[in-house]
Structure formats: structure tokens, C-alpha cells
């Protein structure tokens, strides 16, 4: 059984940086493709950043790319979101996903990932 446990969200300023943890649990860590993707108060879950299984390939949302950086420690095992330079459209509540046969590199598409975390809240003051 695979679980996940995102950390780190809070409240900040805009301008401000916050640094997303996943945790995650589950011995075949190091070949999954890992993903993050928020979601906010009535709109739909929406891809953030991706990361395959060896760390060498990311991608992001056009919104966030030369502000968010995704990165894996396949040794802990954990993923990260470094989020800087925040704005107040980045409020969301964060999901770390996992994907345990990604059909490519990076997966974008949420319906393709197998597990996910109960994601963590993320709130961006003008």
C-alpha cells in the first residue's frame, strides 16, 4: 500500500516562499513518476509540476514555470515543491500524486496517477 503525506503549506505573503513536502511510502518509490496539482474553490484539480522516476526529467503549468521547482529524494523517500515568488492566484489546496506505471517520462494528466495525498493548503495574502 502506497501512501502519501504532504507538508508545508501555510500562509504567506505575496512575493513569499513556501517549500512543499510528500512523503511517501511504498519500497518501488524510486520507479514511480510523481506529480503535483492543486485545486481551488470552484475549479477543477488542475496540474502544477512533474517529476519522472529518476529526477532528470520535469515539467510544469505554464502559471508557475521560473517560479516552482520540483525535486525527489528517492532515498527518503520524499518530493518537493519550492514555490517562490507567490502570487494570490496560487492559493490552492496542494496534492502530491503518484503515478506506479507512467506511460512517459513526466505524467500531466491527473485521471493517470494511481495514489495521492490528502493534499495540503496553501493561502497567498495580497
Known amino acids: 500500500q502506497v501512501q502519501l503525506v504532504e507538508s508545508g503549506g501555510g500562509l504567506v505573503q505575496a512575493g513569499g516562499s513556501l517549500r512543499l513536502s510528500c512523503a511517501v511510502s511504498?519500497?518501488?518509490?524510486?520507479?514511480?513518476?510523481m506529480g503535483w496539482f492543486r485545486q481551488s474553490p470552484g475549479k477543477e484539480r488542475e496540474f502544477v509540476a512533474a517529476i519522472s522516476w529518476s529526477g532528470s526529467v520535469t515539467d510544469y503549468a505554464h502559471s508557475v514555470k521560473g517560479r516552482f521547482t520540483i525535486s525527489r529524494d528517492n532515498a527518503k523517500p520524499m518530493v518537493y515543491l519550492q514555490m517562490n515568488s507567490l502570487k494570490p492566484e496560487d492559493t490552492a489546496v496542494y496534492y502530491c500524486?503518484?503515478?506506479?506505471?507512467?506511460?512517459?517520462?513526466?505524467?500531466?494528466?491527473?485521471?493517470?496517477?494511481?495514489?495521492w495525498g490528502p493534499g495540503t493548503q496553501v493561502t497567498v495574502s495580497s
Open positions: 500524486a503518484a503515478d506506479r506505471n507512467p506511460p512517459s517520462n513526466v505524467v500531466v494528466t491527473a485521471t493517470m496517477y494511481d495514489y
Open positions: 511504498g519500497h518501488t518509490f524510486r520507479s514511480y513518476a
